[in-house]
């Protein structure tokens, strides 16, 4: 892959990421507090834990492809609770760290194999589209979290 492909591929995964931030921040919007941080069982995650966990995965295989480090603690993404505010403000970071990572993908980051520790290493472009496939799927249970909500009687 040259560099004027890794552009186009990694303006291309940055839109995609995007538009799950934006389709969150439908999701978010005018929804109080108890809406947000209710869970539908006992074991099963708020839409704040699903953001909060969504884009510390996200900024942690972004980064894992750009061989910066990432300091996370996952189990307490699965603790979160915020505000509509505070979800919305995560969502913005998101988004202005997301143009500054992918502005500097470059075919090396795409095609060399990276690591992410406890993983095995894997191909820039591979841990990208997983993670992207990880955060659609969260989007959906955060749609479906929202409707089991709003169907309680």
């Not at 189990?75 to 143009?99: I, M, P």
């Amino acid at each position: 892959m040259d560099e004027a492909g890794a552009r186009a591929v990694a303006t291309t995964v940055g839109a995609l990421y995007h538009s799950v931030h934006d389709l969150m921040r439908e999701q978010v919007r005018d929804l109080d507090r108890g809406t947000l941080n209710w869970k539908p069982l006992p074991l099963a995650n708020s839409i704040a834990v699903l953001i909060v966990h969504t884009l510390a995965a996200e900024r942690d295989a972004i980064r894992a492809v750009r061989l910066l480090t990432t300091e996370r603690d996952r189990e307490a993404e699965f603790k979160a609770e915020a505000e509509g505010a505070d979800l919305l403000a995560l969502l913005d970071k998101a988004d202005r760290e997301l143009n500054e990572l992918v502005g500097g993908m470059t075919a090396a980051d795409l095609t060399e194999m990276r690591p992410r520790p406890p993983r095995d290493p894997k191909p820039g472009l591979e841990w990208l589209l997983s993670n992207y496939g990880h955060a659609r799927e969260h989007l959906a249970q955060i749609e479906l979290t929202k409707q089991l909500y709003d169907s309680r009687t």
